[in-house]
Each structure stands twice: as structure tokens, then as C-alpha cells.
């Protein structure tokens, strides 16, 4: 399995995001207050919205568009919304923040 | 036949008779009433709130000049009475005498100064009347050292309310612990922690031994031989019945005066009701027994029977942030036990006094929200034997499993008295209800019930419920979002009086049920915070809309708008010509003129945001803000620089306000206008503050709109020079800061707190005017500053992908 550095774990703000643009679109890497690491793609299932500029809660994000919150662990729209986010593997390994590849080279096969 | 009645002292007591005499006997009496102080009646127990800077004098009045007026009540306020001739019936008042066919004599107390050496110099103050907190409100706002001699209820309200404005205040209090006569040692204790807490130094066991100062108070020397600085002493010691005029005039007095359970005092034309009076042995400091006596002095005077009847009492403190109750009679003695309880963790304590299977006292600290029912046992005495042992759990664990709150409320006789400070019962609230007033405002203006000190709208309001059923609406507090029960305006008020300094604090203090908030709380805390603790909190991105955190208005398609600040509307070649160049630079595909004046530069990429900003900056130009709950624009007319109507330079004058407002962080946006005369081509008169110029000067509306509701200002001051113009906006918006809801604009703001109550604060009240410009340029002094040019320079890094993997996917 290959796993990216993308950077350091202190590069993303914490209750914050950072976006990583992929050939797929845009992927947001998100940082909670527990320091878990979370990358989902960055477009929220209503209307597309940017969730990387979303304000970060728990293990949640709301998006900045129209406030649907999408849960970081699992991609659902959560509460009466429906609708689901890409998730990707994503974790934190001596301070840096790796990203698994396979999806994105998977996905270049398709 | 009308009988002439006069009245000595317009305080709670007569207050309360003038009203049943006016009710129930329109003709009967004329009335003289004499005052000392220049005023008439007040709801004197709001006086805390007053100091503490929660109600103004305004809200507080209880009888106007129109009520005297319509019913033909004399005043002769600011009029001392020094003499009563029984033998002539005849009262003799400064001005002159006034004959009596009944008298009244209503004259309340003095506070009770301890004779130490230094009493007498300037800067010693009692508290008991409007002129001592109005003097208290001035020394706190040069701000300094308060020692507060005494510490019970008053000296505790003094203390909290000088500390609320800013002084750093010290409590003297000779016994053992705080409030000595209404709480136990376990309770007091609570209490200093209470206050300790919010900064208030707390001396016990300390005896005064004198006041020192040449010219004026500077410092209190204690029987210990320690002496603490102070620039304001309060004597808040205890007081004594005001009895001079009855000895004087021969009638019977002991402490109080002397009277019969009809009021009467030992002349059958002359009565006397209130804080003066003695019934029976007892002397009386709370105003539910006051009430009570009004009633009987009413009747004893249209010659119907009645009798008082002493009643328990029960006592609250009216310090924001401190629960706490205090009932009936807690002395240790012999044949009594106690119940206590106590979970240290959650700062409550509970103690119950039983006497012979029946509860006697009851005290409550951190929780008291089953004290009416508590009190309701000790007032009907009924055997609380087969309850005893879950009797502290309260109403709602009687019988064994939780039962509905509001069966204790239905259980109630309609006797129980339900507002202690107007003396309401249960009865008269569902009388009221049942002719018709269906939610608390309506029972509060037929009853009085909750409209003093309020502490039992909550009870109130079940009984509405209880009477109504269905019917009625819980008029539900909305709380702030789903992470905590506290609406906005609890937040505040938690973060204000227990200084809370971040946002875990809060979290933890209100009870969030979730770790780090929502999107809906977590802005509006920010902005609390900020607000409340410029200097001491730090604000948070992470917590802002994306808007504020990126510094420009997100689109529909996640590109972004820039809009450069224009002072006034004004602009010139070489900014147009940055603009200009900016636009082309980035590519940006439309570039719009705004309804405030300005120009728009709409779908510009995120990651172009830093490059772009530092552009603009180059030529002088920074960010407009049109994104944030903040201040946005101040649009203007030309003026008398170019218009033939203008009165007053208009351009200059937004500019200024812009200049003295930008980069200030409100609850909401915040539009401004000033137009040069009333032809209003500027649109003053639906923005948030509105001015426009007159010949005379400055007229400046507020609270206008023209969003989703349209809404024309409200005039709050007119004004003579551009100065006091600029001055009176800043506290305006100083006050919207300090007070409103996130997310309220200031016309729905003004619609809960009143047009009058912010009047009072930013245009009559000098002192508190001042404070608010000066708070508002403290706060200033640290957040206005071009986000712009910041992130441009420091943080446009964060505005970068953190990765770009278009390649390494390719491979
Ligand atoms: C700051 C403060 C907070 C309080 N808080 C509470 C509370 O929370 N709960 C509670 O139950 N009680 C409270 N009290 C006590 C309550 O206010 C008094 O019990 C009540 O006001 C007494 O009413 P009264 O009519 O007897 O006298 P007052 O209201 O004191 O009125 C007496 C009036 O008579 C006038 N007067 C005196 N002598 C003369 C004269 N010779 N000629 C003309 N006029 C004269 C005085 O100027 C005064 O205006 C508080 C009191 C103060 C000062
Ligand atoms: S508001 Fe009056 S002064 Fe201003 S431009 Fe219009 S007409 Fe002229
Ligand atoms: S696009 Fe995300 S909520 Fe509408």
C-alpha cells in the first residue's frame, strides 16, 4: 500500500482543512481538535460546495454553502440531508500527515 | 365628604397605598405626598440592578408624573417634613404646612453608619436611594479601589454592582461569614467563592476601626491594624426605622413606631406603614410584608376591617451568577434537625431546618429551583413526616418516582403566594388568567406578579400553564443551537458574570452536550468573546464563517468576491486605475458597483486571494469588509462640497465614521449613511445608523433596514456638533456589541431592548456614553487592522493547495 507524505500535521490548522488537488478533483484533508486526520472530496454532495472551507466540529464539517454538516468518518450527510462524500484513508505518522494513494491510482485505471 | 390625607415619604410602602386608594376609592381622599427626595415612587429594591448597570432609573420608576397628575395627587417632592402637630393636624413641610384629616407616615429607614473616626468625609457613601447608587455609578467610573463595608444583601449588591463597572472592590464584614442573618456557615462560604470568583475580595471577622484621608476618603483601617486603599468607601451595615418625626410628635415608639395590626400608631388619626413601623416586636426589611401592610393601611383608611399578619420570609440575592435562597429560620436549637446536602463538584448545598416534623428554614446555594415549594412547606407548617426521608430531592421525587413538575405547581392552595415582592398568590394570578390574560406579559400588567425582581417567572409561567392546559404556549427560551440548553442571551450573560475568557470555558460552564461546538455556536462565541475580552481573548479563524476567515465573500461556484474599502464612496484616478489592473491581472469575470458605494470584484480564485490583496494594498486600498459581521459601509451624499441643498459636509462625515468604525467585529453587519439634508439621497433613514444633516446639525436615526424586512430608522439624539454626531455612533455600536444576539441587526435588537432604554445609555448618560467610546476604541485598538495586508504577507501559504497531485496520479 503507498501511502503520500502531503506535508507536516501543523501545516493544517486544527478544527481546520487544507485542500489537495488531485487529478480526480479536489480532495479536503481535514485536521479535527483531537489531532484525527480525515480526507474526503472536497465537494459537498448538495450543490458542490468547497467543504475545506467549511467550519470544522467534532468529527463533522459543515459546509460553507448551505450548512449541510457531513460526517468526516463516514462521508453521509448527516441529519435530514442525504447524500454521501468519497472518503479516503488518511492518517498521521510522526507528525506528518500521510494520504493512501491506491483510490486515486485505482481510479486513474478506471 | 373627601378627606385630606397626607403622606409622609413616597417610598414602597405608601407607593403601594396610593394604588389600593386610587383603585378601590377614587374620591374619597386628597392627597398630599411629600417626598425628601426629589422624586416620587421607585421600585427601590431595583436599585442593584441600576448600579450594576442592567436596568437605568428610567425602568425602574413605578408612579410618573402622569399618574400623579390623573389622580390629583399632590406631590411636594425634594421636601423635607420637619415637623407633625397632632394637636392641629397639621404637617410641616419645608415650604409650608399642609392640614390632615389622616396622616400617613411612610418615611422608611436610614442606613446605619458605624461611628468611626472619618465617616463624614467626601467619598463615604450609604446605599439606599437613587442619589447614592447615582454617585456610586460616577466614583466607579474613574475607576479605583471600593471597600464595601458590610456583607450582607446590600453590601453584596454594592460590591457586585461596582465590580460589574469596573472597580476593584473589597468586602468588610464583621461576622464570621457573608449574610450572616439569612445564611448558614456552609452557604457563606459558597457565596465568597461565588464572589471570589468574579474578583471581589472578601474580609471576614473584619471590624472597621476608622476612615483615613485628609480631604476625602483614601483608605480604611481595620481593628487588625491593615489598611486598605480605597478611592470609594460604602457603608452598607444594617439600618434603623426613620422615626424622628413620631417622637417628636409624642407618638408611641420603640425601635419602630408603634402600631396595631390596622396600621394605626397611638393617634387613631395617624398610621404608619413600612420600614418605620414596629408590629408586635418585629421590624421589617423586605417589601413583601410592606405590601402586605399597604393593603391593611388602604382599608384601615376607607374604615373597612382588616388586620396584618406578620408572614415567613424568604431572601434572594440579586447578584447575576449567584443562586441563592434563604428562608424562615435556621437557628440551631434543641429540638431541631438538620437535612443537608451537598455536591461540592456542582457548587450546590441544600440544608433544610425541621422542627417538630415541620420544615422551619431552608437554605439553597447553586440550586434553588424547588424554593417556592420549600417555602410553601414552611409557610403552611404542614407534617412533613412520611416525605422526610427524600424531602431535599424536592418536588419531584415526592412519592417515590419523579413526578410532572407542574403537579407541585396545580397542588398549590391558592393561597400560596407566588410573587414574594408584589405579594401575589396563586388566586390572584388564576383570576387574572381566567378573565382573560393568557401569557406572562398580560398576568404581569393585570398582577404585578413578576414584574419586580422576576425571580419567579419561571413559577408564573407553570401556573399559566397549570390554569390554561393546552391553551398555552411555554413561551420557549430558544437555545443558542442543539449543543447546549442556554439561549444567546444566557450565554452573554454567563460569560460576562463569570468571566469567561475562551471557548472551552464556556463549553464547560454552559453544559455543552458536544466537544467543540457547531457551526451555529461557534461563530457567535467567537464573537462574545471578542467582544466582551478584546484583550484578553484571541480570536479564532477556525470559528468564523468562511467569509471572515478568508477575508472575502465565498460565490455559489466557491470563488471568491474582493471588494477594496472606499472611505465615504470616494475614490480617485490612481485607485480606479489599481482596480483596473487587478481586474485584468487576475482575470476577474465581472466587476460590479455595489449598493453601498462601492466596487465589487467578483470570481476571483481562492488561491489568487493573497496576490491580489497585496496588489490593491500597493495602491493604498483595503479590504472593504463586505464580508464580515462588521462594519461595512458608510454611504454619503455630496454634501455642501457640491450640492446646492447640502447643509453640513455629509462626505466628510461618513468618511469620518468609516475611519472611527472599520475593521470592528458586530453581532451583524453593520450599514451606515449619512446624507447632507432631507432630501436623503444617500439613504440614511433604513440603515443601521442613519444621519442626516440639518442646518441645526445632526439628526441620527437608528435601527433601520431594507433586507428581508424594510424598516425606517428611529430617531435616537439630534445633535449640534459633528463631533458628539461621531461620538454618540461609536456608543451605539458599542452597546449593539456588548448586548445583541449574534446575528441580530440592530433593528431587532432595538425591537427587545427599546429605543428608550438605549437612549438613556448613549445620549443621557454622559458617564456610560464615555465608557462606551472608550471600551469600543480599546477593543479597536487590537482588531482594527487590514486582514489583507496580514494574510497577504504572513499567511498566504494557508491559501495554497497543501498538495498537488494532478502529476503523481498521472504516472
Ligand atoms: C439597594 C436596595 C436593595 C434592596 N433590595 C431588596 C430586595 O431585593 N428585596 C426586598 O424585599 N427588599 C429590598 N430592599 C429593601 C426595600 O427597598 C425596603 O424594604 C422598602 O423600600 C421599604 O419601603 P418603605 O416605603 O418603608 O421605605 P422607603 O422605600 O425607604 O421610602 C421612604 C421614603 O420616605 C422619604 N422620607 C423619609 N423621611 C422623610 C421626611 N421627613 N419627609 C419626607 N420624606 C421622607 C425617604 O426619602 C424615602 O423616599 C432593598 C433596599 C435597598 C436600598
Ligand atoms: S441629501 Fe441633500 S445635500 Fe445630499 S445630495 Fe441630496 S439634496 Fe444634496
Ligand atoms: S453545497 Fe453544501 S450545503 Fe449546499
Same mark, same amino acid.
Request: proline share 5%; glycine share 10%; aromatic share 6%.
Given at each position: 500500500?503507498?501511502?503520500?507524505?502531503?506535508?507536516?500535521?501543523?501545516?493544517?490548522?486544527?478544527?481546520?482543512?487544507?485542500?489537495?488537488?488531485?487529478?480526480?478533483?479536489?480532495?479536503?484533508?481535514?485536521?479535527?481538535?483531537?489531532?484525527?486526520?480525515?480526507?474526503?472530496?472536497?465537494?459537498?454532495?448538495?450543490?458542490?460546495?468547497?467543504?475545506?472551507?467549511?467550519?470544522?466540529?467534532?468529527?463533522?464539517?459543515?459546509?460553507?454553502?448551505?450548512?449541510?454538516?457531513?460526517?468526516?468518518?463516514?462521508?453521509?450527510?448527516?441529519?435530514?440531508?442525504?447524500?454521501?462524500?468519497?472518503?479516503?484513508?488518511?492518517?498521521?505518522?510522526?507528525?506528518?500527515?500521510?494520504?493512501?494513494?491506491?483510490?486515486?491510482?485505482?481510479?486513474?485505471?478506471? | 365628604?373627601?378627606?385630606?390625607?397626607?403622606?409622609?415619604?413616597?417610598?414602597?410602602?405608601?407607593?403601594?397605598?396610593?394604588?389600593?386608594?386610587?383603585?378601590?376609592?377614587?374620591?374619597?381622599?386628597?392627597?398630599?405626598?411629600?417626598?425628601?427626595?426629589?422624586?416620587?415612587?421607585?421600585?427601590?429594591?431595583?436599585?442593584?440592578?441600576?448600579?450594576?448597570?442592567?436596568?437605568?432609573?428610567?425602568?425602574?420608576?413605578?408612579?410618573?408624573?402622569?399618574?400623579?397628575?390623573?389622580?390629583?395627587?399632590?406631590?411636594?417632592?425634594?421636601?423635607?417634613?420637619?415637623?407633625?402637630?397632632?394637636?392641629?393636624?397639621?404637617?410641616?413641610?419645608?415650604?409650608?404646612?399642609?392640614?390632615?384629616?389622616?396622616?400617613?407616615?411612610?418615611?422608611?429607614?436610614?442606613?446605619?453608619?458605624?461611628?468611626?473616626?472619618?465617616?463624614?468625609?467626601?467619598?463615604?457613601?450609604?446605599?439606599?436611594?437613587?442619589?447614592?447608587?447615582?454617585?456610586?455609578?460616577?466614583?466607579?467610573?474613574?475607576?479605583?479601589?471600593?471597600?464595601?463595608?458590610?456583607?450582607?444583601?446590600?453590601?453584596?449588591?454594592?460590591?457586585?454592582?461596582?465590580?460589574?463597572?469596573?472597580?476593584?472592590?473589597?468586602?468588610?464584614?464583621?461576622?464570621?461569614?457573608?449574610?450572616?442573618?439569612?445564611?448558614?456557615?456552609?452557604?457563606?462560604?459558597?457565596?465568597?467563592?461565588?464572589?471570589?470568583?468574579?474578583?471581589?475580595?472578601?474580609?471576614?471577622?473584619?471590624?472597621?476601626?476608622?476612615?483615613?484621608?485628609?480631604?476625602?476618603?483614601?483608605?480604611?483601617?481595620?481593628?487588625?491594624?491593615?489598611?486598605?486603599?480605597?478611592?470609594?468607601?460604602?457603608?452598607?451595615?444594617?439600618?434603623?426605622?426613620?422615626?424622628?418625626?413620631?417622637?417628636?410628635?409624642?407618638?408611641?415608639?420603640?425601635?419602630?413606631?408603634?402600631?396595631?395590626?390596622?396600621?394605626?400608631?397611638?393617634?387613631?388619626?395617624?398610621?404608619?406603614?413600612?420600614?418605620?413601623?414596629?408590629?408586635? $416586636?418585629?421590624? +421589617?426589611?423586605?417589601? =413583601? &410584608?410592606?405590601?402586605?401592610? %399597604?393593603? @391593611?393601611? /388602604?382599608?384601615?383608611?376607607? #374604615? *373597612?376591617?382588616?388586620?396584618?399578619?406578620?408572614?415567613?420570609?424568604?431572601?434572594?440575592?440579586?447578584?447575576?451568577?449567584?443562586?441563592?435562597?434563604?428562608?424562615?429560620?435556621?437557628?440551631?436549637?434543641?429540638?431541631?434537625?438538620?437535612?443537608?446536602?451537598?455536591?461540592?463538584?456542582?457548587?450546590?448545598?441544600?440544608?433544610?431546618?425541621?422542627?417538630?416534623?415541620?420544615?422551619?428554614?431552608?437554605?439553597?446555594?447553586?440550586?434553588?429551583?424547588?424554593?417556592?415549594?420549600?417555602?410553601?412547606?414552611?409557610?403552611?407548617?404542614?407534617?412533613?413526616?412520611?416525605?422526610?426521608?427524600?424531602?431535599?430531592? $424536592?418536588?419531584? +421525587?415526592?412519592?417515590? =418516582? &419523579?413526578?410532572?413538575?407542574? %403537579?407541585? @405547581?396545580? /397542588?398549590?392552595?391558592?393561597? #400560596? *403566594?407566588?410573587?414574594?415582592?408584589?405579594?401575589?398568590?396563586?388566586?390572584?394570578?388564576?383570576?387574572?388568567?381566567?378573565?382573560?390574560?393568557?401569557?406572562?406579559?398580560?398576568?404581569?400588567?393585570?398582577?404585578?406578579?413578576?414584574?419586580?425582581?422576576?425571580?419567579?417567572?419561571?413559577?408564573?409561567?407553570?401556573?399559566?400553564?397549570?390554569?390554561?392546559?393546552?391553551?398555552?404556549?411555554?413561551?420557549?427560551?430558544?437555545?443558542?443551537?442543539?449543543?447546549?440548553?442556554?439561549?444567546?442571551?444566557?450565554?452573554?450573560?454567563?460569560?460576562?458574570?463569570?468571566?469567561?475568557?475562551?471557548?472551552?470555558?464556556?463549553?464547560?460552564?454552559?453544559?455543552?452536550?458536544? &466537544?467543540?461546538?457547531?457551526?451555529?455556536?461557534?461563530? /457567535?462565541?467567537?464573537?462574545?468573546?471578542?467582544?466582551?475580552?478584546?484583550?484578553?481573548?484571541?480570536?479564532?479563524?477556525?470559528?468564523?464563517?468562511?467569509?471572515?476567515?478568508?477575508?472575502?465573500?465565498?460565490?455559489?461556484?466557491?470563488?471568491?468576491?474582493?471588494?477594496?474599502?472606499?472611505?465615504?464612496?470616494?475614490?480617485?484616478?490612481?485607485?480606479?486605475?489599481?482596480?483596473?489592473?487587478?481586474?485584468?491581472?487576475?482575470?476577474?469575470?465581472?466587476?460590479?458597483?455595489?449598493?453601498?458605494?462601492?466596487?465589487?470584484?467578483?470570481?476571483?480564485?481562492?488561491?489568487?486571494?493573497?496576490?491580489?490583496?497585496?496588489?490593491?494594498?500597493?495602491?493604498?486600498?483595503?479590504?472593504?469588509?463586505?464580508?464580515?459581521?462588521?462594519?461595512?459601509?458608510?454611504?454619503?451624499?455630496?454634501?455642501?462640497?457640491?450640492?446646492?441643498?447640502?447643509?453640513?459636509?455629509?462626505?466628510?462625515?461618513?468618511?469620518?465614521?468609516?475611519?472611527?468604525?472599520?475593521?470592528?467585529?458586530?453581532?451583524?453587519?453593520?450599514?451606515?449613511?449619512?446624507?447632507?439634508?432631507?432630501?436623503?439621497?444617500?439613504?440614511?433613514?433604513?440603515?443601521?445608523?442613519?444621519?442626516?444633516?440639518?442646518?441645526?446639525?445632526?439628526?441620527?436615526?437608528?435601527?433601520?433596514?431594507?433586507?428581508?424586512?424594510?424598516?425606517?430608522?428611529?430617531?435616537?439624539?439630534?445633535?449640534?456638533?459633528?463631533?458628539?454626531?461621531?461620538?454618540?455612533?461609536?456608543?451605539?455600536?458599542?452597546?449593539?456589541?456588548?448586548?445583541?444576539?449574534?446575528?441580530?441587526?440592530?433593528?431587532?435588537?432595538?425591537?427587545?431592548?427599546?429605543?428608550?432604554?438605549?437612549?438613556?445609555?448613549?445620549?443621557?448618560?454622559?458617564?456610560?456614553?464615555?465608557?462606551?467610546?472608550?471600551?469600543?476604541?480599546?477593543?479597536?485598538?487590537?482588531?482594527?487592522?487590514?486582514?489583507?495586508?496580514?494574510?497577504?504577507?504572513?499567511?498566504?501559504?494557508?491559501?495554497?493547495?497543501?498538495?498537488?497531485?494532478?502529476?503523481?496520479?498521472?504516472?
Amino acid at each position: 500500500m503507498s501511502w503520500l507524505d502531503l506535508g507536516a500535521l501543523d501545516d493544517i490548522p486544527a478544527r481546520g482543512a487544507r485542500k489537495v488537488k488531485t487529478a480526480m478533483g479536489c480532495v479536503a484533508v481535514f485536521r479535527t481538535a483531537d489531532d484525527a486526520i480525515f480526507a474526503i472530496a472536497d465537494r459537498c454532495p448538495h450543490k458542490g460546495g468547497p467543504l475545506s472551507e467549511g467550519i470544522v466540529h467534532g468529527h463533522g464539517v459543515t459546509c460553507p454553502l448551505h450548512n449541510w454538516v457531513i460526517s468526516l468518518e463516514t462521508g453521509e450527510a448527516q441529519g435530514a440531508d442525504s447524500g454521501r462524500v468519497p472518503t479516503y484513508k488518511a492518517r498521521v505518522e510522526d507528525g506528518r500527515v500521510l494520504l493512501e494513494m491506491a483510490a486515486f491510482q485505482r481510479a486513474e485505471v478506471a | 365628604m373627601t378627606q385630606r390625607l397626607v403622606i409622609i415619604g413616597a417610598g414602597m410602602a405608601s407607593g403601594r397605598v396610593i394604588e389600593h386608594l386610587v383603585e378601590d376609592a377614587p374620591d374619597a381622599f386628597d392627597i398630599t405626598l411629600f417626598n425628601a427626595e426629589p422624586r416620587g415612587n421607585y421600585n427601590r429594591i431595583m436599585l442593584s440592578p441600576v448600579l450594576s448597570g442592567e436596568k437605568t432609573y428610567a425602568d425602574i420608576v413605578t408612579h410618573d408624573d402622569d399618574f400623579y397628575a390623573r389622580h390629583n395627587v399632590t406631590c411636594r417632592f425634594g421636601e423635607h417634613v420637619i415637623r407633625i402637630d397632632p394637636e392641629m393636624k397639621v404637617v410641616e413641610g419645608q415650604n409650608g404646612h399642609v392640614p390632615y384629616d389622616k396622616l400617613v407616615i411612610a418615611t422608611g429607614s436610614a442606613p446605619f453608619i458605624i461611628p468611626v473616626p472619618g465617616k463624614d468625609l467626601p467619598g463615604v457613601i450609604t446605599y439606599r436611594d437613587l442619589d447614592d447608587t447615582n454617585a456610586m455609578i460616577d466614583a466607579a467610573a474613574k475607576g479605583g479601589k471600593a471597600v464595601v463595608i458590610g456583607g450582607g444583601l446590600l453590601g453584596l449588591e454594592a460590591a457586585a454592582g461596582l465590580r460589574e463597572r469596573g472597580m476593584d472592590v473589597t468586602v468588610l464584614h464583621l461576622m464570621g461569614h457573608l449574610m450572616e442573618r439569612q445564611l448558614d456557615p456552609a452557604a457563606g462560604f459558597l457565596l465568597k467563592q461565588d464572589l471570589e470568583r468574579r474578583g471581589i475580595t472578601v474580609k471576614t471577622q473584619a471590624s472597621t476601626k476608622a476612615i483615613l484621608g485628609e480631604t476625602r476618603a483614601e483608605a480604611v483601617l481595620l481593628e487588625s491594624g491593615e489598611v486598605l486603599d480605597a478611592d470609594l468607601v460604602v457603608m452598607a451595615v444594617g439600618i434603623r426605622p426613620e422615626t424622628r418625626l413620631a417622637t417628636d410628635a409624642g407618638l408611641s415608639v420603640a425601635r419602630g413606631i408603634e402600631i396595631s395590626a390596622q396600621m394605626m400608631t397611638s393617634d387613631p388619626d395617624i398610621f404608619a406603614v413600612g420600614e418605620c413601623v414596629e408590629f408586635d $416586636g418585629q421590624l +421589617f426589611g423586605l417589601v =413583601a &410584608p410592606l405590601y402586605d401592610q %399597604a393593603k @391593611v393601611l /388602604a382599608k384601615s383608611l376607607m #374604615a *373597612e376591617p382588616a388586620a396584618f399578619v406578620p408572614r415567613e420570609l424568604s431572601t434572594k440575592l440579586k447578584v447575576t451568577g449567584c443562586d441563592l435562597f434563604s428562608a424562615g429560620d435556621f437557628a440551631e436549637g434543641p429540638n431541631r434537625e438538620d437535612i443537608v446536602f451537598r455536591d461540592p463538584g456542582r457548587g450546590v448545598y441544600k440544608r433544610l431546618v425541621i422542627e417538630d416534623d415541620r420544615l422551619v428554614g431552608a437554605v439553597f446555594y447553586g440550586d434553588t429551583s424547588d424554593a417556592n415549594w420549600f417555602m410553601g412547606l414552611i409557610t403552611s407548617a404542614e407534617d412533613i413526616s412520611d416525605s422526610r426521608d427524600t424531602l431535599i430531592f $424536592g418536588p419531584a +421525587f415526592q412519592g417515590g =418516582a &419523579p413526578v410532572d413538575p407542574l %403537579a407541585a @405547581v396545580a /397542588a398549590l392552595p391558592d393561597e #400560596a *403566594e407566588i410573587c414574594g415582592c408584589n405579594g401575589i398568590c396563586k388566586g390572584q394570578i388564576v383570576k387574572a388568567i381566567e378573565g382573560g390574560a393568557t401569557d406572562l406579559g398580560a398576568v404581569r400588567a393585570q398582577t404585578k406578579a413578576s414584574g419586580s425582581c422576576g425571580t419567579c417567572t419561571g413559577l408564573v409561567e407553570q401556573v399559566l400553564a397549570v390554569t390554561l392546559g393546552d391553551a398555552f404556549q411555554m413561551p420557549a427560551a430558544q437555545p443558542m443551537c442543539g449543543c447546549t440548553d442556554l439561549t444567546h442571551e444566557d450565554v452573554r450573560r454567563l460569560i460576562k458574570s463569570q468571566e469567561l475568557k475562551s471557548m472551552p470555558a464556556v463549553w464547560q460552564a454552559g453544559a455543552w452536550k458536544t &466537544p467543540d461546538g457547531c457551526h451555529v455556536c461557534r461563530p /457567535a462565541l467567537n464573537f462574545y468573546l471578542i467582544a466582551d475580552w478584546p484583550l484578553d481573548y484571541k480570536d479564532d479563524p477556525q470559528s468564523r464563517f468562511i467569509n471572515e476567515r478568508k477575508h472575502a465573500n465565498i460565490q455559489k461556484d466557491g470563488t471568491f468576491s474582493v471588494v477594496p474599502r472606499m472611505w465615504g464612496g470616494i475614490t480617485n484616478p490612481r485607485e480606479l486605475r489599481a482596480i483596473a489592473d487587478a481586474a485584468e491581472k487576475y482575470n476577474v469575470p465581472t466587476v460590479k458597483v455595489t449598493g453601498g458605494q462601492r466596487i465589487d470584484l467578483l470570481g476571483v480564485k481562492g488561491e489568487d486571494l493573497p496576490a491580489i490583496w497585496a496588489d490593491l494594498n500597493k495602491a493604498g486600498l483595503v479590504s472593504g469588509h463586505a464580508y464580515s459581521k462588521g462594519l461595512r459601509t458608510v454611504k454619503t451624499c455630496v454634501g455642501t462640497d457640491h450640492c446646492r441643498f447640502g447643509t453640513q459636509d455629509s462626505t466628510g462625515l461618513g468618511i469620518k465614521l468609516e475611519q472611527a468604525l472599520w475593521g470592528s467585529w458586530t453581532p451583524h453587519k453593520v450599514k451606515l449613511a449619512v446624507s447632507g439634508c432631507p432630501r436623503n439621497c444617500a439613504e440614511a433613514t433604513c440603515k443601521d445608523v442613519g444621519v442626516i444633516c440639518v442646518d441645526s446639525g445632526y439628526q441620527i436615526g437608528v435601527g433601520g433596514a431594507a433586507g428581508m424586512d424594510v424598516k425606517e430608522t428611529e430617531r435616537l439624539a439630534d445633535v449640534p456638533t459633528e463631533a458628539e454626531a461621531i461620538e454618540i455612533t461609536v456608543a451605539f455600536v458599542q452597546l449593539y456589541r456588548e448586548n445583541a444576539k449574534y446575528l441580530d441587526r440592530p433593528y431587532k435588537w432595538l425591537a427587545k431592548v427599546g429605543l428608550d432604554w438605549v437612549r438613556a445609555r448613549v445620549v443621557e448618560d454622559l458617564s456610560e456614553r464615555k465608557r462606551l467610546v472608550e471600551a469600543f476604541e480599546l477593543s479597536q485598538s487590537i482588531y482594527r487592522k487590514d486582514p489583507w495586508a496580514e494574510h497577504a504577507k504572513t499567511k498566504a501559504e494557508r491559501y495554497q493547495p497543501l498538495a498537488d497531485l494532478t502529476k503523481e496520479a498521472a504516472e
